[in-house]
């Protein structure tokens, strides 16, 4: 029987004394000691690893203060790669003070509750070392703000510098300088701004780093996680010590994320080898450094779902996870150059950006170099080359995967219809009404003009948006044929009463422009053809019109066909 996959599941001791299915990654420990940064700030999209990586450092170099529980997190590591790597690095083990600070619980709606909760953090991690700190070493006065600090009564002043305390405590105890790891750093800073606290939480986390990080004598190293490296706020400021590995460095490159060869391994272990070529189109395509790499977060995901049913369909799991915000704010402020831009994209072709490595948030709600290298490094596309020209580094861009292009289809269709409702198509209707195809034809263009196209998709675009316009109306009611795969035509519109109109409408899809004119008469033919107007005339409806319709990218063509009374 298959080992249980770890969804969810970021505690490393869980995943290994539960006997989850793990791909291993201690060769990160390897190359961490190897590089010997001082500060290390890794940036990653989310759900790519760097909890569980950070949970991992945690267990590997943490002296507990009791024989027994080094012992056993030694015992976690067996059989993995660090325990062949040799002395050097396997003497690290149990070794290190550590103090582990996850900033996940900041999200909050105001400062008061973001700052309550790192503060709570905090304290969790005074009151995980208090049990066996040789508090014999500790001043009366280090020993009254440990206990302030521990039970959370600590003024603002004494939580900023809370990290360094603990460290010399800690270092005080022991004689072994402190490992310190963050992990996303970026999450309150993310939440404030949207919730418009940035300024205060930026001056909190700032003054929390500089002591724990710049000043502090009893530091071994650091590891910091997050999406960005944010600038600007000067969160680091001072930190000339500071490593940044970000998705376009060569080191590191294959520790976050699952590299093919894992991928194929985890297939063979589930007995689904037959779906590498899915898993391949859905979930990969990320570059980092020059490594390609999976999203590990959806390959679990599909693997739990192909795991029950050999025959289970890929899905944009990473969609639930991540902070889409972007992909909306993007959409909804896109001015045509920018609608342009993401619609060569869709189609599977690449665009060149300049790298700009410190991002803002601001560059949310912008156009332009800055937009594109915030979805560059937060996993919405990906490296497809790069090139040095006039002193920068320039990057062919493109949508890493089908599961990435879901999302984009998705939140544009989701705007689409938001964007419609807006719009009164009463004009439609009534060119409908009178047969006016020229008429029909512009309306539809102007719509076209204004949208987000997706054309390797393009039947299943065009139907849904001329779907969505049509749906508008109080006066009739549109049934969309395509899902059902039944003989019928594309869409039916009609009256609620038998004795008002109905509409037969078929849609065609242009090889290029020149063919627009025929594709949409032999639209039009094949209602006639197929007797696509039977179904109506027995429901009762004697007033039926028909409509044939070809598009290609932003042209559409319109064709009226007769009227058909009940006295055919």
């Known amino acids: ?87 050097k690095y396997t003497s690290q083990m149990g070794r290190y003070p550590v103090i582990n600070l996850t900033l996940k619980s900041a999200k909050q709606g105001n400062f008061e509750s973001a700052y309550y909760k790192i503060r709570e953090e905090i304290a969790d991690e005074f009151k995980r070392h208090e049990a066996y700190l040789d508090k014999r070493r500790l001043s009366e006065q280090d020993r009254q703000l440990y206990r302030l600090l521990s039970d959370k009564r600590g003024t603002y002043d004494d939580y900023t510098g ?71 706020e000067s969160i680091f400021t001072g930190l000339n010590h500071l490593n940044i590995i970000s998705v376009l460095d060569k080191r590191y490159s294959e520790h976050f994320g699952f590299t093919e060869d894992e991928v194929k391994k985890s297939l063979y272990e589930y007995q689904r080898t037959e779906c590498f070529t899915t898993m391949k189109e859905w979930y990969n395509g990320y570059i980092f450094g020059d490594t390609e790499v999976y999203n590990p977060w959806s390959v679990i995901k599909f693997l739990y779902d192909l795991d029950a049913d050999a025959k289970a369909f890929p899905r944009p799991y990473w969609v639930n996870t991540s902070s889409n915000e972007i992909i909306k704010n993007m959409v909804a402020r896109a001015d045509r150059e920018t609608k342009g831009q993401i619609e060569t994209l869709l189609d599977g072709s690449t665009m060149d ?54 999302i984009y289809q998705n939140t544009i269709l989701n705007w689409f219809r938001t964007s419609i409702r807006k719009r009164d198509f009463n004009d439609l209707y009534q060119a409908m009404e009178e047969g006016n195809a020229v008429k029909v034809g512009e309306i539809i263009g102007e719509q076209l003009l204004t949208t987000i196209s997706f054309y390797d998709s393009a039947e299943n675009f065009y139907h849904g948006f001329l779907a969505g316009i049509l749906s508008q109306s109080e006066k009739y009611l549109v049934k969309s044929n395509r899902e059902s795969g039944n003989g019928r035509s594309d869409i039916t519109v009609k009256s609620p009463s038998l004795r008002g109109r109905a509409f037969i409408i078929e849609i065609k899809v242009s090889e290029n422009i020149g063919e627009l004119e025929y594709a949409a008469d032999k639209a039009l033919q094949q209602i006639y053809d197929k007797g696509y107007i039977e179904e109506l005339r027995t429901e009762g409806y004697r007033r039926i019109d028909c409509y044939g319709i070809s598009f290609y990218r932003k042209d559409c063509e319109v064709r009226f066909g007769p009227t058909i009374t009940d006295v055919l």
């Open 1 to 87: 029987m298959s080992r249980a996959l770890p969804i969810g599941v970021e505690n490393f001791e869980d995943l290994i004394t539960n006997d989850y299915y793990y791909v291993d990654k201690t060769g990160f420990i390897k190359e961490l000691l190897d590089m010997k940064g001082k500060v290390n700030l890794f940036t990653r999209p989310r759900r790519f690893g760097k909890t569980l990586n950070l949970s991992m450092l945690r267990y590997f170099f943490e002296d507990t203060g009791c024989e027994d529980d080094n012992n056993h997190n030694r015992e976690l590591f067996s059989g993995l790669k660090i325990m062949r790597a040799g002395e």
């Open 162 to 232: 809370a990290l360094k305390f603990l460290s010399q405590c800690l270092f005080r105890s022991t004689g072994e300088k402190v490992i310190i790891l963050i992990d996303e750093y970026d999450v309150p800073l993310e939440n404030a701004y949207f919730s418009h606290f940035y300024a205060k939480m930026v001056d909190f986390i700032r003054s929390l780093f500089e002591s724990a990080l710049k000043t502090n004598d009893c530091l071994q190293f650091a590891v910091i996680t997050g999406c960005l490296r944010i600038s600007k």
């Open 353 to 406: 950006i300049q790298v700009h490595e410190e991002i803002t948030y601001e560059d949310m709600n912008t156009q332009g170099e800055g937009l594109w290298n915030f979805l560059y490094f937060t996993g919405y596309l990906t490296k497809e080359s790069e090139y040095f020209k006039e002193s920068s580094i320039f990057l062919k861009v493109r949508i890493p995967n089908v599961e990435v292009k879901t």
